[in-house]
């Protein structure tokens, strides 16, 4: 990890850290907790190079894990061809998965898209994850989430190699803050992973810790959400909104 063997390496730690946390076996805190535990034992060009990933092929596909399946060490491989969650938390398990890829793409590191998330695909793990793509059937409101996202992701700077705090706000809000110091710009991602409305008011100095907990940043630009186009402007640094049910912001400024 010193730069001479080894670049970085699949990131399985965030990936249980985010689906524990989305599907509600653990808070905001506990998300907290594992992400900066985790940037605090890799080397900084290790951390940045860690490639952000929910699913693969050696585990359950995220639309699927999100709907609440079991653990795959639990259940046979019969049971889990059989497998199907209800059509109700299918869709949990969709809105779930935009909130995820959110995460992926505001935190530092490599976003590692595993063919077919964006098109909404299910599956328990090897084999059962690992179906062909959906060609023209596609779930139209994964795809343009995802879409929205990974755009975002391509066109911000703040996104791609900002500094970055990060942190929870409530045992439901996730907060990841980036941003760039020569320009000025900002990307702000807010997540509420809970079942009712919540309303968020931020400052930065509410999220101090990350990778440059100590490194100063005001909020002043008005940013708009990729998802949604609403817009947030600053008043006095701060910022406040309203975040509907299992629902994201990814804002930036433009």
């Known amino acids: ?6 670049d970085s390496a699949m990131n399985y730690p965030f990936t249980e850290a985010a ?50 399946a079991p653990d795959r060490n639990s259940v046979s491989r019969k049971m889990q061809a059989a497998y199907r969650p209800s059509e109700q938390d299918q869709q949990k398990g969709y809105a779930r998965l935009i909130l995820a890829a959110a995460l992926q793409m505001a935190l530092p590191g490599v976003p590692c898209v595993y063919y077919g ?50 942190g929870a706000l409530s045992p439901e809000i996730y907060a990841v803050l ?6 000025g710009e ?7 992973r809970g079942e009712r409305e919540q309303t968020v008011t931020l400052h930065p100095d509410d999220i101090p810790q990350g990778p440059d907990g100590e490194a100063p940043i005001t909020l002043e630009q008005t940013l708009t959400d990729v998802l949604t186009g609403e817009t947030l402007t600053p008043r006095e640094g701060e910022i406040e ?8 912001r990814l804002y930036f400024s433009r």
């Open 1 to 6: 990890v010193n730069g001479d063997e080894l």
């Open 19 to 68: 689906i524990s946390f989305l599907t509600a076996r653990t808070d905001a805190y506990a998300l907290d907790h594992a992400l900066q535990t985790q940037r605090e034992h890799y080397p900084r060009p290790f951390y940045e190079a860690s490639l952000n990933l929910i699913s693969s092929h050696d585990i359950i596909r995220a639309a699927t894990a999100l709907s609440g």
């Open 117 to 166: 998330d964006e098109a909404g695909m299910t599956g328990m793990s090897d084999p059962f994850n690992r179906e062909t793509y959906p060609w023209g059937s596609e779930n139209e409101q994964v795809f343009a989430g995802y879409t929205a996202l990974m755009r975002a992701r391509k066109e911000s700077l703040a996104l791609k190699r900002g500094l970055c705090r990060m």
């Open 178 to 183: 980036r941003w760039l110091p020569e320009s």
């Open 186 to 192: 900002t990307a702000l991602l807010l997540m509420n």
């Open 241 to 248: 909104t309203r975040l509907p049910p299992v629902s994201a």
